[in-house]
């Protein structure tokens, strides 16, 4: 069945770094668009970085741009966030996604979750 889990989550203090990173398995991984999205306590989910499904095309929320880095390995079938200069503000739960439209079908598979927390 199809599978994505999140993994390196955790407490990191301000300014440091953590890498997220996201396994897939159940469905051919490198015909999907890969996205990061994360949700913080009373907030809505909201949008981190994408990826085309070749990798050569990504975007990034304004507040995580020049400090997240989306990539993703299409052999290994990984998506990781790489997250750089960490803010109290970049506490949530994030979550990875693989999404496509398929003759006009859309496809959503959605991760568990992997909690982050910027604190001193």
């Known amino acids: 069945q199809v599978q994505l889990v999140e993994s390196g989550g955790g407490l990191v203090q301000p300014g440091g770094s953590l890498r997220l990173s996201c396994a897939a398995s159940g469905f051919t991984f490198s015909n999907y668009a890969m996205s990061w999205h994360r949700q913080a306590p009373g907030k809505e989910r909201e949008l981190v970085a994408t990826s085309t499904s070749a990798g050569s095309s990504t975007n990034y929320a304004d507040s995580v741009k020049g400090r997240f880095t989306i990539s993703r390995d299409n052999a290994k079938n990984t998506v990781n966030l790489q997250m750089n200069s960490l803010k109290p503000e970049d506490t949530a739960v994030y979550y990875c996604?693989?999404?496509?439209?398929?003759?006009?079908?859309?496809?959503?598979?959605w991760g568990q979750g992997t909690q982050v927390t910027v604190s001193s």
């Open positions: 996604k693989a999404e496509r439209v398929w003759l006009g079908v859309p496809y959503r598979y």
